[in-house]
């Protein structure tokens, strides 16, 4: 009992039992820290494998979801920071997708396995390595307005690199599907995308969009002036009266003569038919109404002077003008009765647009056989300042200049717009500038008047197949419809882009705030394919120049024209750029000569329209201008992880 009790007591020892007892816990927890730093190592690059992988990938779309190489570059990316085997990692593959609740969203995710080392003695043979992460674009709130060239040369067609053959027009169609597609839908609580369209030629059409109260014609009885015609009616009750005889074509003098047989001793060989053809439909007046009127009958008269021409025998037959020069004094306007002169007055008439504007069937005051027309939507610009030249200052917009002006309010005549309405407008000879018959003309098809696809507002798109709220189709049917037609007045189609992007004037309303409460971002990406054209003979926004003289003195030829149209357009981008809107140019034209710089394929106006050297781009095939118009989306967007 003494030995045991004394060593029961004894201290001798205990140390090295207890480090004996405590080897295998000590370790455990070294060999454990020690394969948990390997394995935290390990989760680090892959995780930054997989953060490379989503934003490569996300940057690589163009479309609405990941299409196979898309998939194929963000694994490249992956495997470049992550090799298979980096730290003895087993071999595996990173799925990569799109996400699938909202698939302009990149979705990496990864799993693997790494061995351990001492912690394998504990019977821990691996441990478990596992990243997820996503890529979007962070766009907050933005709005775009698409400004785009419509006119007559759109339809022209190029080749791109590949060898297809389409037309300009085609092209845009694809890069503005591109470019959405880039962007993406947007969401109203986290960044809200909304996209505008702004087509333009000579003018735009622009009216269905505004109030009513904007437009001329919105209070009962309004009027607006155009250069048009009106029937009018002579009594036949001359103060004198004067008859002339002229052989047709007639050899030597051809001077009045007192009678039809004294006429023809000097005239040409006519045909019968020819003559009587003339007689049917040639009666034609001239002269001012009410004063002297010229009326010009064709009439036929045989060799021996008999009159008509005898129904059967045959002879030198002839064709004399007849003249009867009379001075009228009392003319009637919109009647029939008692008459017998009826003549077309070509000057300014005023024309209620009240109902016209409101898109109903209306009869046309420059015909009087019940013709109607519908409007169309495009406008005529309100009042400007016809003293503005090449060299005006461009610091600030003349106070008299309301159609230059973005924000100021329709409150009356001179700052409301007015509704084109090519179908009443002749010039004074009787020229119809809706006349689209000769290939002379070619009115409803290219230059004297033209009426551009409708713009449309604002709006959010889930998709390009879906309709927004409002809206009467899809993004991608609106766009399909695009026609190419006019003239190409860069200046009118800027102005409206910024109309309708505005937050402080006419959609106000509709464009100060998002849903989300955040700050909006602002875009005009104008794509143009040629250079600013003006002309004296084209109806369009600023009514038919020739006669109008709006824009400068109707004796202004088409190159002062042209200056004048840049150095407006010069003061619009100026005050556009002031509102705090970034302008995107794009350039689309033929190739030009090798060595040719991109600086001498645009105007100077639109360089400098644009908010800087890096917010202005040429493309000489339609291959490069969708990637131009992807490459804008993508500098708009931020790319980022969101998880």
Same mark, same amino acid.
């Given at each position: 009992m003494g030995f045991l009790k004394r060593l029961a007591g004894n201290q001798a020892g205990?140390?090295?039992?207890?480090v004996a007892a405590a080897i295998i816990p000590l370790a455990a927890l070294i060999g454990g820290g020690l394969d948990m730093s390997r394995a935290y190592m390990a989760r680090a690059r892959m995780q930054q494998a997989c953060d490379a992988a989503a934003l490569a990938g996300r940057r690589a779309m163009t479309g609405a979801s990941m299409s196979t190489s898309d998939i194929a570059e963000a694994r490249k990316f992956f495997n470049?920071?992550?090799p298979q085997n980096t730290f003895q990692a087993a071999d595996f593959t990173p799925v990569?997708? &799109? +996400?699938p609740s909202e698939t302009t969203t990149v979705q990496v995710t990864a799993e693997t396995t790494m061995p351990t080392t001492i912690m +394998?003695?504990?019977g821990y043979t691996t441990l478990p390595l596992a990243v997820t992460c996503e890529s979007r674009f962070d766009i907050g709130n933005t709005d775009v307005m698409l400004v785009l060239d419509t006119t007559g040369s759109m339809a022209s067609n190029m080749t791109d690199t590949d060898g297809t053959v389409?037309?300009?027009?085609?092209?845009?169609k694809l890069a503005v599907k591109d470019f959405y597609d880039t962007l993406g839908a947007g969401s109203d609580t986290t960044g809200r995308i909304r996209y505008g369209f702004m087509p333009y030629s000579s003018t735009v059409n622009v009216g269905y969009s505004l109030p009513s109260s904007a437009m001329l014609g919105g209070t009962a009885g309004d009027t607006w002036t155009y250069n048009s015609r009106r029937m009018t009616y002579y009594r036949d009750t001359p103060s004198t009266t004067n008859t002339c005889y002229r052989g047709y074509a007639g050899f030597g003098s051809n001077n009045c003569r007192t009678s039809a047989s004294?006429?023809?001793?000097? &005239? &040409?060989?006519? &045909?019968r038919s020819n003559c009587q053809t003339w007689a049917n439909v040639s009666t034609s007046v001239s002269g001012s109404y009410p004063g002297t009127v010229t009326k010009i009958v064709y009439a036929a008269y045989s060799w021996n002077g008999t009159n008509p021409f005898p129904s059967s025998g045959s002879g030198n037959q002839k064709c004399v003008r007849q003249e009867v020069t009379t001075t009228h004094t009392t003319n009637v306007t919109g009647g029939t009765g008692n008459t017998s002169l009826n003549v077309w007055a070509y000057n300014d008439f005023a024309a209620d647009v009240s109902t016209f504007i409101t898109g109903a069937s209306t009869l046309n005051p420059a015909f009087i056989d019940g013709t109607t027309s519908t409007w169309s939507g495009c406008i005529e610009e309100r009042d400007t300042d016809s003293s503005i030249t090449s060299t005006t200052s461009t610091s600030s917009i003349p106070a008299g200049a309301f159609d230059l002006q973005i924000d100021t309010a329709p409150t009356n005549t001179a700052t409301k717009w007015r509704p084109h309405w090519p179908e009443i407008e002749f010039d004074r000879s009787g020229r119809w500038l809706n006349d689209n018959v000769y290939p002379d003309y070619r009115s409803g098809s290219g230059g004297w008047n033209a009426c551009p696809s409708k713009a449309r507002k604002l709006a959010s798109y889930t998709s390009r197949s879906a309709t927004p709220s409002g809206m009467t189709s899809s993004f991608d049917t609106y766009i399909d419809g695009l026609i190419a037609v006019g003239g190409t007045y860069h200046d009118i189609g800027m102005m409206w882009g910024a109309r309708f992007l505005s937050p402080t004037g006419i959609f106000a309303s509709e464009n100060a705030n998002a849903p989300n409460g955040f700050n909006i971002s602002r875009h005009i990406i104008f794509m143009t394919d040629g250079d600013l054209t003006a002309y004296q003979s084209v109806y369009g926004a600023y009514g038919y120049q020739k006669l109008d003289g709006r824009v400068a003195a109707t004796s202004t030829d088409d190159d002062g024209l042209k200056a004048i149209h840049k150095r407006r357009l010069e003061m619009m981008c100026n005050a556009i750029k002031g509102q705090g809107v970034t302008i995107w140019v794009v350039g689309f034209k033929d190739q030009p000569a090798a060595g040719t710089l991109d600086s001498t394929m645009l105007d100077t106006e639109l360089q400098t329209c644009a908010n800087s050297s890096n917010h202005w781009f040429m493309a000489y095939k339609p291959s490069t201008l969708r990637q131009k118009f992807k490459d804008i989306a993508k500098n708009i967007g931020g790319l980022r992880l969101s998880q």
């Open positions: 205990n140390v090295m039992a207890m470049f920071n992550f990569i997708q &799109s +996400k +394998k003695i504990f389409m037309t300009r027009l085609a092209a845009l004294s006429a023809q001793s000097d &005239s &040409s060989n006519v &045909s």
